[in-house]
Antibody, heavy 116, light 116 residues
Framework: QVQLVESGGGLVKPGGSLRLSCAASGFTFSDYYMSWIRQAPGKGLEWVSYISSSSSYTNYADSVKGRFTISRDNAKNSLYLQMNSLRAEDTAVYYC?????????WGQGTLVTVSS | QPVLTQPPSASASLGASVTLTCTLSSGYSNYKVDWYQQRPGKGPRFVMRVGTGGIVGSKGDGIPDRFSVLGSGLNRYLTIKNIQEEDESDYHCGADHGSGSNFFVVFGGGTKLTVL
């Protein structure tokens, strides 16, 4: 069965960095586009970034452009999000999701808290 | 880019039916919308995609027949019949836009469904 497991969240000070990982299993990872989506406490969903299956294309929400970098390692069935210059408003649960027709599978999320 | 609007809350009695609405901004009447269910404390779950012709593709894994969709003009509807306690969730709609390095996704603010 399809599984997506995020890790790497935690507490970080403003201006700090964090790298999130998403381990995929149960499907051919290299065939699918992948995205990161976040949800601030008590708020709705916000798309953060996407990467095409072979890493040819990436894009970012304006709110994170220039600070976050998405990448993937198809040999390791893994998706990553490098987050730099973190701000309080980046505090959220971060989900990785598989793109098929919509986001058909999601992970359980990892919490990132940016606070001094 | 499209903007998706959802009422913040809805309610329905056990066993009744409810229709949730996601409204696209003007000029985007040909866009398809994805519905997601998010139970309390859980990650989102894909329900199905809807266009003006109705469902696009298949329902998400385990989505019961009680869930159906319709699309008309700028509105995309999710109807739940014979509501059960487990249907009490936040329901989000999302739409993707563009392609390649210009691809991005927008979400509505979500509707919290309360089962009475």
């Amino acid at each position: 069965q399809v599984q997506l497991v995020e890790s790497g969240g935690g507490l970080v000070k403003p201006g700090g960095s964090l790298r999130l990982s998403c381990a995929a299993s149960g499907f051919t990872f290299s065939d699918y586009y992948m995205s990161w989506i976040r949800q601030a406490p008590g708020k709705g969903l916000e798309w953060v970034s996407y990467i095409s299956s072979s890493s040819s294309y990436t894009n970012y929400a304006d709110s994170v452009k220039g600070r976050f970098t998405i990448s993937r390692d198809n040999a390791k069935n893994s998706l990553y999000l490098q987050m730099n210059s973190l701000r309080a408003e980046d505090t959220a649960v971060y989900y990785c999701a598989r793109e098929q027709v919509g986001f058909d599978y999601w992970g359980q999320g990892t919490l990132v808290t940016v606070s001094s | 880019q499209p903007v998706l609007t959802q009422p913040p809350s809805a309610s329905a009695s056990l066993g009744a039916s409810v229709t949730l609405t996601c409204t696209l901004s003007s000029g985007y009447s040909n866009y398809k919308v994805d519905w997601y269910q998010q139970r309390p404390g859980k990650g989102p779950r894909f329900v199905m995609r809807v266009g003006t012709g109705g469902i696009v593709g298949s329902k998400g894994d385990g989505i019961p027949d009680r869930f159906s969709v319709l699309g008309s003009g700028l509105n995309r509807y999710l109807t739940i019949k014979n509501i059960q306690e487990e249907d009490e969730s936040d329901y989000h709609c999302g739409a993707d836009h563009g392609s390649g390095s210009n691809f991005f996704v927008v979400f509505g603010g979500g509707t919290k469904l309360t089962v009475l």
